[in-house]
Nanobody, 126 residues
Framework: QVQLVESGGGLVQAGGSLRLSCAASGRSFSSYAMGWFRQAPGNEREFVAAISWGGGTTSYADSVKGRFTISRDNAKNTVYLQMNSLKPEDTAVYYC???????????????????WGQGTQVTVSS
């Protein structure tokens, strides 16, 4: 059982950058893969990025590949999402989540994750 709190969202112009943070509290953070998802009004929650429990493997949605970078600092119980070259279509509520299985690599289905934060709003203007 873990609690996740996202921060770092806000309003930014197209082409700008934001860095999201997800701080975790509770048991066994470092042994679980972590993911970032996003959801815009009227859309389903979609996969953005994931990182394995040890941080050695990452995966990204095609829509953000080359622009976003996921990382983690297990000593600080924190996962990050660096977002560069932001586009208006990146506007959404961003959620961090913990994979349901220990020692995982990267998965992309929401049902593969069983702990979720409350989300942070990212708005990209034209």
């Amino acid at each position: 059982q873990v609690q996740l709190v996202e921060s770092g969202g806000g309003l930014v112009q197209a082409g700008g950058s934001l860095r999201l943070s997800c701080a975790a509290s509770g048991r066994s953070f470092s042994s679980y893969a972590m993911g970032w998802f996003r959801q815009a009004p009227g859309n389903e929650r979609e996969f953005v990025a994931a990182i394995s429990w040890g941080g050695g493997t990452t995966s990204y949605a095609d829509s953000v590949k080359g622009r976003f970078t996921i990382s983690r600092d297990n000593a600080k119980n924190t996962v990050y999402l660096q977002m560069n070259s932001l586009k208006p279509e990146d506007t959404a509520v961003y959620y961090c989540a913990r994979d349901s299985s220990q020692f995982g690599r990267t998965r992309y289905r929401p049902n593969d994750y069983n702990s979720w934060g409350q989300g942070t709003q990212v708005t990209v203007s034209s």
